[in-house]
């Protein structure tokens, strides 16, 4: 995780740094730092805490100097190796200060590296891995080498994942980047250059846009910049890309936070996930993304889906999805098990790997697995342009536009959306709920309104079981995976514990757990399985245990039951995940405000988890 940043250029450098380091906040947040040149001195400011701590900090160098420095890096940390300290933020630096370097990734052959350092003389001041790095560079300039060759040469020794931007007093006007299975990308202004971690760290000073993709360091400096492969020795040619972005969409604008603000989005993002996807007049499906494979699509007897955390949920209800709709089998795997997996593969398994990031070190590597398979590789990604919608074949773009809260909401809304597309696409129209559902996602923004304008009440109920300790969440069907994806919102953002899990299972362990401070959230929508579920509540019912229901609009019968009810508008099994996740998640929302935690950043967590 963490978020990097770099900048050289005309105006004052610490500007556009800050505010890169500040769109990237979601990728870490507990230090923050910079190093910038500035005549002929060097500067390293950081704090410990967030970005803002820095800011204060920045602003009062600022203020006691006239200069303004036209090259900086900075960095926004989730620690890996080493507590969240002064000394262990980033920007880290040789020991005479003249080498700079930010790092988001992890060096894994760090501890070898160190002792031959500290062998030659070096002495550490961090339990950083990414300490070495500029000890490293250091040890070989001084052997004679320029930094260029230096800083490439460095990368050759190391091992693991890494964004790295370093700076070097020996040539104060150019920044040396590189990455390995992290992302980096450049941002080609008039005059000016911004290196960062995603697109949106520079969107407030350029749209045109530069990829860089695993074994390539880029030497900016102030006319031009130079790209080169490491691995193949070659220099490559990339042009800057134009990107569409809106600015004012990753805007706070009147709400208190982003994850409020995101789950908002719910109705928004339906309709661009479907735009111009569903065509009303012939009654199909249109995915541009998957035109260059729709032949290969045919011979596809098996799919295989991975993904992690809430992706993963959606993914399982994409199994449900496709298997129904399209008659396709389909299995849904932890990217984190399934990249140490020795399984049969065929070429007629694809591979469909679902990530609002496009960035997630597991996921992108169960890709890489599969590589020498031959396997077909789609993507279902948010992030346009990221390293997951790259490395794959073809895919489908969920255009929820950025996700900011460390939480996920609209993306899961989007994910899920975009798999009943592509579980109808596969159908080829054999379904006979390819009509219906047609016609259902067209009408499921207005009912994702219709329970965001029960948000008050859905905010009584979850103050008011705020005070348990612990949830499980129950549901089966298509209600399963949404379970399981409500008590991960729960715990992650309120810090209460709860547990998803298949209601048919609870009479085999859990019911154990029930008495009346553990609370039930039983998913229980109109559909086949519903009398199946009315049971379960009714056992936990019957050994005391409180119990909040999801119901399905003029269902009384749940009411005998359950001790409260937030009711969904009328909707097909195959679109309800949809409609429940939206209050699943305004419920943990409004229980983690309650209990005064930071929503849009849990604490020990970052949005793009981009290390093992
Ligand atoms: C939970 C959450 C995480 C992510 C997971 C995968 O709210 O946000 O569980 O879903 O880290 O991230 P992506 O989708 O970016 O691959």
Redesign the pocket.
């Known amino acids: 995780m963490c978020g990097i940043v770099g900048y050289l250029g005309k105006r004052n450098a610490l500007e556009p740094v800050i505010s890169g380091l500040k769109a990237l906040e979601y990728r870490g947040y507990d230090s923050a730092g910079v190093a910038f040149f500035s005549g002929s001195d060097s500067q390293v400011i950081k704090q410990v805490g967030r970005v803002d701590e820095l800011v204060k900090a920045t602003a009062q160098y600022s203020k006691s100097t006239r200069r303004k420095p036209k090259i900086a890096i900075g960095h926004t940390r989730w620690a890996t190796h080493g507590a969240p300290t002064l000394a262990n933020a980033h920007p880290h630096y040789n020991s005479d200060k003249s080498i700079f370097v930010v790092h988001n990734g992890i060096i894994e052959n760090f501890a070898q590296i160190r002792s031959e350092l500290q062998a030659l003389g070096y002495e550490f001041i961090t339990q950083t891995d990414t300490e070495v790095i500029p000890h490293l560079l250091d040890h070989y300039v001084k052997e004679g080498m320029a930094f260029e060759e230096a800083f490439e040469r460095t990368l050759n020794d190391l091992q693991g994942a890494y964004a790295i931007a370093a700076i070097s007093m020996q040539s104060p006007d150019t920044i040396y980047a590189a990455r390995l299975s992290s992302p980096l990308i450049l941002g080609v202004g008039k005059g000016e250059y911004i290196l960062a971690s995603d697109p949106t760290a520079v969107m407030e000073y350029t749209k045109d846009v530069v990829y860089l993709d695993d074994y390539e360091m880029v030497v900016v400096n102030r006319n031009n910049y130079r790209i080169k492969n490491i691995k193949r020795s070659k220099s490559v040619k990339r042009p800057a890309e134009h990107l569409e972005f809106d600015l004012e969409q990753a805007r706070l604008g009147d709400y208190p936070n982003f994850m409020l603000k995101e789950i908002h989005e719910a109705p928004q993002t339906i309709r661009s996930a479907t735009l111009g996807r569903i065509i009303p007049s012939s009654g199909t499906v249109k995915l541009g993304g998957l035109e260059s494979v729709v032949n290969q699509l045919k011979f596809i007897d098996r799919i295989v889906i991975v ?8 993914g399982l209800v994409g199994e449900y999805l496709i298997e129904e709709l399209a008659g396709i089998p389909v299995e849904v795997q932890l ?1 984190s098990e399934f990249k140490y997996r020795s399984e049969p593969f065929s070429r007629s398994t694809a591979v469909l ?8 070190a ?2 992108l590597a169960a890709l890489k697995k599969v590589e020498d398979y031959g396997a077909m590789r789609i993507g279902v ?3 346009v342009g990221s390293s ?1 919608a790259r490395l794959t074949d073809a895919g489908v773009y969920c255009h929820a536009g950025p ?1 900011q809260a ?4 609209k ?2 809304i989007a ?1 899920v959306t975009v798999l009943t597309l592509i579980a109808l696409h596969l159908s080829n129209g054999s379904t006979k709920l390819f009509k219906p559902l047609l016609k259902e996602l067209d009408e499921l923004p207005k009912k994702a309104e219709a329970i965001l304008a029960q948000a008050d009440s859905i905010k009584k109920l979850a103050e008011k079981y705020s005070s348990y300790h612990d949830f499980l969440y129950i549901g089966r069907g298509y209600a399963y995976p949404c379970a399981l ?1 409500g008590a ?2 729960l715990k ?2 309120s810090y209460i514990h709860a547990e998803g899990y298949a209601a048919g299972e609870m009479k085999h362990g859990p019911l154990a757990m029930i008495d009346k401070k553990f609370a039930t959230f039983a998913i229980a929508p109109n559909g086949n399985l519903l009398d199946k579920t009315y049971s379960n509540i009714e056992e936990i019912k019957a050994r005391g245990g409180p119990v909040v229901a999801i119901a399905t609009k003029g269902n009384k019968n749940i009411k005998k039951l359950a001790n409260d009810v937030i009711y969904i508008p009328e909707a097909m099994e195959q679109t309800q995940p949809i409609l429940v996740a939206i209050v699943l998640q305004l419920f943990s929302y409004y229980a983690a405000v309650k209990m005064g935690k930071n929503v849009d950043r849990p604490r020990n ?1 970052a ?3 981009t290390v093992e």
């Open positions: 993904a992690c955390g809430t992706s993963y949920y959606a990217a790997a679902i990530s609002q990031s496009g960035e997630t597991d996921t990604v948010n992030a997951i996700e460390v939480a996920s909401t993306a899961f994910q994806e991960l919102k992650e953002i967590l949005k793009s988890v």
